[in-house]
């Protein structure tokens, strides 16, 4: 499936200090939501002493339901155990087996994958309401391969997967809001990116963290920016990991912190990054954050070269090494290409 693209890319830059990218959205499996717990659970009530009669009687009425079942085998990896289960009760028309039907054939867990038979079922669960289901159903009418494509409908179901809590759908429904609206839309989409970002959406995080820095749609809060930056760069997301390293060491938004800043953009560099890698490269021949380290930086040089992410000063720092320090360069580097 399609990732949807970030509307940031042309209304918000990441800053001075690091080059305007374009940030995909996550497009996530959804999260298949299970069931409640019974009644006596939810309500605080004690459970029957084992052998007792209370126990046998309850255990009669109160056993697990058939779309228990199903989920408790889709969680176990019995994906074919999971579709019997499933199937008469979505023929019955159960959203929740529906949704569990469309993820298993979306995925081809333990089936043939058929995204035609996937959509049939979040279609299904969609108009029965069911959040995850017209999360799902949305982003197969926004890619138009399995179904006729259809924006309308798809912002529709989005906003009413938003509007019942599904965090994916808060951050895309968000974008949506200003994709109609690049002038205007940034304030409607806050209050869904927030939500997103408290239920830990990456994309949603950073989201935040651009709104705040730059005051669309919010007060400029650099405080509050950082915040949001560490917190996705925390989660994972490597274009945050990157700037908030560079944030760190900058001073912006609050105190420096150099040897951190280096931590988050070394991270991003292993993964193979370019920016960070340039970054790196910099860092350890200026000895910010790290002890100052020649051998270390020329490594550096020769990858952000080869990802066609150098600069001048990188290139004339080579250039200045003497002919045994630049061959050790380029074998480190090609010992981390190989690794």
Known sequence: MKRRANPFRHQL????????????AAVFLAIIACHA???????????????????AAAGKSQGPSKADLAYGAFQRGYY????????????????????????IYSRGLGVRRDMKEAARWFKAAATAGNPEAQFRYAMI?????????????????????????????EYNFGQMLIEASPSGGFKDAAGYFEKAASAGVAEAQYAMS???????????????????????????????????????????????????????????AVLGNPIAVNRVAHLYKDGIGTEPDLAEAAKWAVLA???????????????????????AALEAANRIRSG
Do not use: C
Not at 80 to 101: H, I, R, S, Y
Not at 238 to 247: L, R
Not at 310 to 318: G, K, N, Q
């Open 80 to 103: 074919l155990t999971a579709v019997k289960l499933a199937e008469p009760l979505a023929n019955l028309g159960d959203p929740a087996a529906q949704t569990l039907l469309g993820e």
């Open 37 to 55: 717990p019974s009644q006596a659970a939810a309500q605080g009530t004690a459970a029957p002493a084992a052998g007792s009669k209370d126990a």
């Open 141 to 169: 009418l926004l890619d138009g391969t399995v179904v006729e494509k259809d924006e309308a409908q798809a912002r529709d179901l989005m906003q009413a997967a938003a509007d019942r809590g599904l965090p994916l759908a």
């Open 13 to 24: 830059s990441i800053g001075p200090d690091v080059p305007t990218r374009s940030v995909l």
């Open 210 to 268: 651009q709104l705040f820095a730059n005051g669309r749609g919010v007060p400029r809060d650099l405080d509050r920016a950082r915040a949001f930056l560490h917190a996705s760069a925390l989660n994972g997301f490597s274009i945050a990991q990157i700037e908030y390293g560079i944030w760190l060491i900058n001073g912006k938004g609050g105190p420096a912190r150099l040897k951190e800043g280096f931590l988050f953009l070394k991270h991003a």
């Open 305 to 327: 070269k080869r990802m066609k992410n150098s600069d001048p000063v990188l290139d004339d720092f080579f250039r200045g090494l003497d002919a045994a320090a630049q061959k």
